[in-house]
């Protein structure tokens, strides 16, 4: 069975195998972040990792791409509340935006406290890689590549609560829309 899962999580501190794949949750969480989702166990009603197996071939498939870099065009869309997070240093903005596929570099703004946005303005391949992901088409890797990829502000209050009832819920029925098959995280 594709993508099966082996193992707990929880009794591991969430280290999962996946099909002779280990996967570490915290590998690359700084270390002062650790404290706040190591050990913490699933949230309510979750009694496994969430994982579903990816059922189309990646050659006929459409991917967007999510980053968590906070982008946003900066004529047509508001930035994220940095002003909020500012006061509450805890909360992170859950609102997402929609950047289209082919946005020129110039176009995209970054509204982020906890990440140096210099080399993301240069260069927003670095956190969305829609170019490559266009080449990946090109070349017949993937199937097609989605017309509008999701952004958001990767750092988020531990609860998710804003998260799990509407943040989520939105960029699945807009993915859904576009008919995507296949979601890529960036993270910044």
Do not use: C
Request: net charge positive; hydrophobic share 40%; no cysteine.
């Amino acid at each position: 069975m594709r993508g099966r899962r082996v193992g707990d999580a929880g009794a591991r501190g969430h280290v999962v195998r996946l099909r002779g794949v280990i996967v570490d949750s915290y590998r690359f969480l700084p270390r002062s972040f650790r404290p706040f989702y190591e050990g913490r166990g699933p949230f309510p009603g979750e009694a496994d990792p969430v994982w579903a197996p990816f059922e189309k071939r990646l050659a006929s498939a459409k991917i967007a791409l999510l980053t968590s870099a906070g982008f946003h065009l900066k004529s047509s869309q508001a930035a994220f509340d940095l002003e909020r997070e500012r006061a509450r240093p805890e909360w992170g903005d859950p609102s997402w935006r929609a950047i289209p596929s082919g946005t020129k570099p110039g176009k995209i703004g970054v509204a982020h406290l906890h990440i140096n946005d210099e080399d993301l303005l240069a260069d927003p391949e670095i956190a969305l890689p829609a170019r490559l992901l266009q080449q990946l088409v090109e070349e017949g890797v993937a199937g097609a590549a989605a017309e509008k990829h999701v952004a958001v502000m990767g750092y988020q209050d531990r609860s998710l609560k804003d998260w799990r009832e509407t943040t989520a819920p939105q960029i699945a029925a807009f993915l859904r829309q576009q008919g995507v098959d296949g979601l890529v995280l960036a993270p910044a």
